[in-house]
C-alpha cells in the first residue's frame, strides 16, 4: 500500500507549530487486548494528551472506532474533541454533536442477525455500537473466514453500507464514514484550522485518516509492522508514548526559551 510519498523512518518530535493532533487509540494510544472492554489508556499518557491538548491551544482530538462515551471514560479527565465509530459520530470543539445514524429498524435486524450468527462461533464477540457493528475473532481466529463471509453478505443486501476490516475485527457501519473525513472535518473548524494535522495510527482503519493529512501536507505516522501511506513508523505504542514525552518537553523547551529572550 504506497501512495506518492514514501516512509521516512521514525517521526522527529514535535518542535515547531502549530499543531493539529489526531490520536487513534486501539493499539495507539493503549495496547490491544483480547476483549476491547479491557483496553486502557496509562494515568501518565492521559496526563501528557492534557498537557499537549493545552498547548495547541485544544486543537488536539482523539478519532477512533470507538463510541464517543467509551472514548470520554478511557481519555478521562481528558475533554476533548472527539470522531467516534470512524466518524459516525463526532463532538466539535464546542461540543456540538454530530451524527450519522442508521434506521432503527435496520439497526434492529441486523443486530438479531449478527447475535445469532456470532453465538455459534466461540470465542467470537459482537460489538454493537449503535450506528455499527463491530465483529471480533482475536479470541476465535478459527471463524475468521465465517466472519468475513457474514460480513461480506450483510453488507451484499444493505446498499448503505460498507465494511472496513481491522485487527481480527470487521466493522459494519455506514456508507461515507471514514477517520479521513473525520479529520478534514476537523481541520475546517476552530482550533484546528491553519494548523498543521498529525495523526498517529495502527490499523487498516486508519489508512484514509493518513491519506488526508498527507494531502494537507501533514506528519502521519503509523505504529507497528505492514504496508501503509503514512510517511513516518513507529514500532509499538511504548514508542507511541516515548515519543508523546519527546515532543511535549520539547515544545516545553520552546515555550521556556520564549520567555527567556
Known amino acids: 500500500m504506497t501512495d506518492s510519498c514514501s516512509t521516512h523512518g521514525t517521526p522527529p518530535v514535535l518542535s515547531e507549530g502549530p499543531y493539529a493532533l489526531f490520536f487513534d487509540v486501539d493499539g495507539t494510544l493503549a495496547t490491544l487486548q483480547s476483549r476491547p472492554e479491557a483496553v486502557t489508556i496509562p494515568a501518565g499518557v492521559r496526563e501528557h494528551l492534557q498537557q499537549l491538548a493545552a498547548q495547541q491551544q485544544g486543537a488536539l482530538a482523539l478519532v477512533s472506532g470507538r463510541p464517543i462515551a ?22 466539535d470543539a464546542q461540543g456540538n454533536l454530530h451524527v450519522i445514524s442508521l434506521p432503527a429498524a435496520l439497526v434492529q435486524t441486523l443486530e438479531a442477525r449478527l447475535t445469532s450468527a456470532l453465538a455459534q462461533w466461540p470465542g467470537t464477540q459482537l460489538e454493537c455500537k449503535g450506528m455499527a457493528f463491530a465483529l471480533h475473532y482475536r479470541r476465535g481466529m478459527t471463524y475468521e473466514s465465517q466472519i468475513m463471509q457474514l460480513a461480506e453478505e450483510v453488507v451484499s443486501q444493505f446498499p448503505e453500507l460498507v465494511l472496513q476490516p481491522g485487527k481480527c475485527v470487521v466493522e459494519i457501519k455506514p456508507q461515507g464514514v471514514d477517520k479521513g473525513a473525520a479529520i478534514r472535518a476537523f481541520m475546517q473548524e476552530s482550533p484546528f484550522t491553519g494548523r498543521i494535522p498529525v495523526f498517529i495510527g495502527d490499523d487498516l482503519t486508519d489508512e484514509k485518516g493518513f491519506l488526508a493529512v498527507n494531502a494537507l501536507q501533514g506528519v502521519s505516522i503509523k505504529v507497528g509492522a505492514g504496508s501503509t501511506h503514512a510517511r513516518y513508523h513507529l514500532d509499538s505504542v511504548e514508542a507511541v508514548w516515548a515519543w508523546l514525552e519527546g515532543s511535549l518537553l520539547q515544545q516545553q523547551n520552546n515555550v521556556g526559551k520564549e520567555f527567556s529572550l
Open 70 to 91: 467509551e472514548l470520554d471514560r478511557l481519555a478521562a479527565p481528558l475533554n476533548a474533541p472527539l470522531a467516534g465509530v470512524h466518524g459516525a459520530e463526532r463532538r
